[in-house]
DNA sequence: AATATATATATGTCAAATACATATATCATA
DNA sequence: TATGATATATGTATTTGACATATATATATT
């Protein structure tokens, strides 16, 4: 069931599925969740809220992720060893898990760095032959 | 259950799924089928059998896919409006359901390519951020 | 003649990622 | 006292596609 199998007619003209946003997400399926965290932490230590609302702060394909998925991922993170946390010592206020990058974390960031890299690579590709074909 | 869970030790040096093909990957999610199918039927006709041995001639990020996944997206691309299919007469061999790429197809295909030249401008944002860090 | 391989299309099943909804608790302000 | 911001977390449903398997035709090999 997609936004646009409203059925009949409407087979002619542009149709609301055409919107290039739809196109722009990956979902579901990866929503750049690991990569935006890396890349965060990558300048200081911080906490699920603060990164949460810190996310459009990293330019990546797709709308900014859930909630739920942060927190889940930063804990998978974790046991992965790409980061570690810790319960910050504050007098007042919910407490805080703080999230540091490793040295693993770190590597990982710069693999999805060059990922990226090679991203651009391929579609700029795919975008050559799409001209090349009607020019 | 990824690759690289193999537990213990293994912390300090480069560990496999550092690897940069793993996140050059999509998956599970988007594997990019419909703009590679969309892609190659509009440059003419061709069956199912054959778009899958020509997947690789479209670049996209991630491996080509699943032969099942193909079959299964071009029926739901023609019930979607974006292909028509007619069985070819052959007096030998099996029998191929050809298929061609409809207006609303092309519009789509369309939609793909300018959300390709986003993406890409967001990739490219994405890696200034990160030089300028470090420079 | 029997077997294997290429061509060709299709379905069964399972796991991964994550959106959406909800639950919990602290603290400040109206 | 109620509302909203801060802060973390879990329950559940959906989507996508890999992997495996099933079916059938035709050709090449033994």
Chains 1, 2 share one sequence.
Do not use: C
């Not at 996310?55 to 992720?65: L, N, Y």
Request: hydrophobic share 35%; aromatic share 8%.
């Amino acid at each position: 069931m997609t936004k646009d199998d409203v059925a009949g007619g409407d087979r002619n003209h542009h149709s609301p599925a055409d919107d290039v946003e739809t196109y722009m997400r990956e979902g579901p399926g990866k929503r750049f969740i690991e990569p935006r965290i890396l890349f965060l932490l990558s300048r200081g230590p911080a906490h699920g809220y603060e990164l949460l609302g810190r996310m459009d702060e990293v330019p990546m394909p797709g709308p900014v992720p859930d909630t739920g998925a942060v927190y889940r991922r930063l804990r998978e993170m974790e046991k992965g060893g790409l980061l570690i946390s810790a319960w910050d010592e504050r007098d007042s206020g919910p407490r805080r898990r703080v999230y540091s990058i490793t040295a693993q974390g770190g590597r990982r960031l710069a693999a999805w760095v060059e990922a990226m890299r090679r991203r651009m690579q391929t579609l700029q590709s795919f975008l050559d032959l799409y001209e090349e074909k009607r020019s």
